[in-house]
């Protein structure tokens, strides 16, 4: 209402001022006006909330159950190696059992032992207090003390299980952390290529507004013209017609719009886990091109080949399986493990002790076994190969096609610039066009037909422009994302 008004006194003042002036000119004015008026009417609607890129992105790093989950991910691997980690705890065992009958004390039997595990092999040591009527021979009666040692000397030497594992979940938890990137870098990517949808539908909303809006008002400027006799009725006609075009692209950009925003939605959460819808105030940042120094094609390949996760993830795999396969050789050695325990009496192990009572004094012995045909541990041992092989391979054909994706996106990225480029220019073409246009029309030497004709070309590149702009982003953040490097 208050662009009307301001409107309607700049047609009283023109009619009061300037009789003396043509017709055209009096029209010429009128349509400047108008555009310079729903020019400052969409630089008001711009100081709307604006909602960053940047707080969009860090909310989403912050808050969205994806994003958590992946966060997870590492912390069960970190329980993973804990859980790992609890095989080389230290033991404390007790073993006690009593026996009496018809008055009789058959046996007594009081064994506290403390296991401690080493890299290689294991430490026993503990008391006994034995006794009874029917006490087993090789029990000793009374109190005693042992420390004991025993150590694998074939399989089981240089890895076994419990280190074998121990090693993979150290490596697991650093691949999980690989996972955790890849899956940032995957939930990225859709926010990023969303929020700029957005961004260019809101903008395509903003432009059939903005013509619309200069629609209107002309159709109002040549009814007025048209009363006065300055204006044939089929103008009036015909900027009713281009009006009414406007008017449904423009329902078509809102419809787009309001959808483009439910899509950002599903990106919003909060910290207590709820989702929420964008606020009606909130618009994007502004969809501008500008033809900036883009990295060189061999810089984000070797970028990639460092840093990309899905790639690092591959390395942790291939070390996970190299550590099953030095587990998997131990199984085609003998198993030979040698036990030796110090003997003492009382409870006190290591008291006395010297050369001549080490010698009287000890309990020893030796574990020797091998399968005759050695068929289960090869056949475990070529599966541990082949694994390693088929890993190799499958990192090989995903280093590959990571490279042709980077290449493929960076040859859109490239040809959307050019192409951007080139829009540009022809928009100021265009608008030079439509502006000589307009100046013959209000001469009186053009039809509003051709006027409409050069808007129209206008509106097309702009649309174009904004579409460019979406794939633009779309390319550059594409190149980032097969390249492994959003986080």
Do not use: C
Not at 287 to 298: C, G, I, R, V, W
Not at 342 to 365: E, P
Not at 458 to 479: C, F, M, P, T
């Amino acid at each position: 209402m208050k662009l009307q008004k301001m409107i309607d006194r700049f047609l009283i003042h023109t009619n009061n001022n300037t009789q003396k002036q043509p017709n055209g000119y009096k029209l010429w004015l009128m349509l400047m006006l108008s555009v310079l008026f729903v020019g400052k009417m969409f630089s008001q609607t711009a100081k709307q909330n604006v909602y960053a890129l940047d707080s969009f992105i860090a909310q989403i790093k912050k808050y969205h159950p994806i994003a958590k989950q992946a966060d997870i991910q590492v912390d069960k691997a970190a329980a993973e190696l804990l859980l790992a980690r609890g095989s080389f705890d230290p033991t404390i065992a007790l073993d006690a059992s009593r026996k009496t009958f018809d008055g009789k004390n058959y046996y007594y039997y009081t064994n506290p032992e403390l296991g401690v595990p080493l890299p290689v092999g294991n430490i026993k040591t503990g008391i006994e207090n034995n006794g009874g009527d029917y006490i087993t021979p090789d029990v000793t009666k009374g109190k005693t003390s042992y420390l004991g040692l025993e150590i694998p000397l074939a399989k089981g030497l240089l890895i076994d299980k419990r280190r074998a594992v121990l090693q993979q979940a150290k490596l697991y938890r650093n691949q999980s952390e690989q996972e955790r990137l890849t899956i940032l870098n995957n939930l990225l990517f859709d926010a990023y290529t969303t929020y700029w949808q957005w961004a260019g539908s809101f903008q395509q909303y903003k432009l059939f507004s903005q013509f619309t809006e200069i629609a209107s008002n002309r159709l109002r400027l040549l009814r007025i013209a048209y009363n006065n006799g300055d204006r044939a009725m089929m103008d009036t006609v015909e900027a009713f017609t281009q009006l009414q075009n406007y008017q449904l692209m423009q329902s078509d950009a809102m419809l787009r719009w309001n959808n483009a925003k439910l899509e950002l939605s599903n990106f919003l959460w909060l910290n207590n886990d709820s989702s929420y819808f964008l606020p009606e105030n909130y618009i994007p940042e502004t969809l501008q091109f500008s033809a900036t120094n883009a990295q060189q094609l061999e810089d984000i390949l070797a970028k990639s080949a460092e840093q990309n996760p899905l790639l690092k993830a591959y390395d942790f795999k291939l070390n996970s399986l190299e550590v099953e396969r030095k587990l998997k050789f131990q199984s085609l050695l003998p198993y030979v493990s040698l036990k030796a325990n110090l003997l003492n009496k009382d409870y006190y192990a290591l008291k006395n002790v010297s050369t001549n009572f080490i010698q009287n004094n000890y309990k020893w012995g030796i574990d020797f076994k091998i399968p005759i045909f050695l068929r289960e541990a090869r056949g475990d041992y070529k599966k541990a190969q082949l694994k390693i092989k088929e890993t190799s391979l499958e990192f090989i054909n995903k280093k590959q096609q990571t490279n042709t994706k980077i290449r493929s996106y960076y040859n859109d990225f490239s040809a959307l610039t050019q192409q951007l480029l080139i829009a540009q220019t022809m928009y100021a073409n265009y608008q030079a066009l439509l502006k000589n246009e307009e100046l013959k029309f209000t001469q009186g030497e053009s039809s509003l037909f051709l006027v409409n004709s050069r808007e129209n070309k206008v509106i097309e590149l702009l649309q174009k422009q904004i579409e460019l702009n979406i794939k633009y982003y779309k390319a550059k953040y594409a190149v980032e994302w097969a390249a492994g490097l959003l986080k």
